[in-house]
């Protein structure tokens, strides 16, 4: 097998590792608050302590770009395709991270529902998830207009965040307010808002390696 061969096959791998790390992270999301509406403690804290896996598995891919720049003399478009997934899967590792910070301030609040804090946030819930979603998809196909979406729907996400953001300070001004646990909430919202942001970075990823631009 030529050269070129070898890179293409092991670049093809390399992509594959990274949609099962995308979807070990969007599964675990999903978990996360699938746990939350039937108030199952026990997945929300292997949640909080599975994170150490994407991590693990974040590293891997690391390893397997370093050898692929060393090993295979990629030519500049192959580089910017390795740079491309170096920046992306760092993204994906800190939503992994998002999701365990997210699982623990739901056992502080004792797994209250989201939607006595703010009849928002389960949209907010909804909304992030897809855009995450949408943008490791769009990089994986190597979809740039999927990409260019993703950056647009960011708007909605930020929309929500500030309507979460706005009904907890109004929660905050009543006496009989839990005060620790809207701030909790607080952040749990801008844990989301966070992923919104680790998407938007993952499409223009994928516009660098596509286009060569830079946002």
């Given at each position: 097998m030529s050269p070129r061969n070898v890179f293409e096959r092991e670049l093809e791998q390399l992509l594959e590792r990274i949609a099962q790390m995308s979807y070990m992270v969007e599964e675990a999301y999903e978990k996360l608050f699938k746990a939350l509406e039937i108030k199952d403690r026990e997945t929300i804290e292997e949640i909080r302590e599975n994170d150490r896996n994407i991590n693990d598995l974040n590293r891997e891919i690391e390893g397997q770009c370093l050898k692929l720049i060393t090993k295979q003399q990629p030519i500049a478009g192959d580089l910017r395709i390795i740079s491309s997934?170096?920046?992306?899967?760092?993204?994906?590792?800190?939503?992994?991270?998002?999701?365990?910070?997210?699982?623990?301030?739901?056992?502080r609040i004792d797994m209250q529902p989201l939607a006595s804090y703010s009849c928002h946030l389960e949209g907010m819930v909804v909304a992030t998830r897809e855009l995450f979603a949408q943008a490791v998809d769009a990089f994986v196909k190597n979809d740039l207009k999927a990409s260019r979406s993703v950056i647009r729907g960011d708007d909605v996400i930020d929309t929500l965040f500030n309507k979460v953001k706005n009904d907890i300070i109004e929660a905050l001004k009543e006496e009989n307010t839990n005060a620790d646990e809207y701030i909790d909430m607080m952040m749990l919202t801008k844990y989301l808002e966070k992923i919104g942001?680790?998407?938007?970075?993952?499409?223009?990823?994928q516009i660098f390696r596509e286009t060569g631009e830079i946002s």
């Open positions: 997934v170096l920046k992306m899967v760092s993204d994906i590792e800190r939503v992994g991270d998002n999701v365990s910070d997210m699982a623990e301030l739901l056992l942001d680790h998407a938007v970075n993952v499409a223009e990823w």
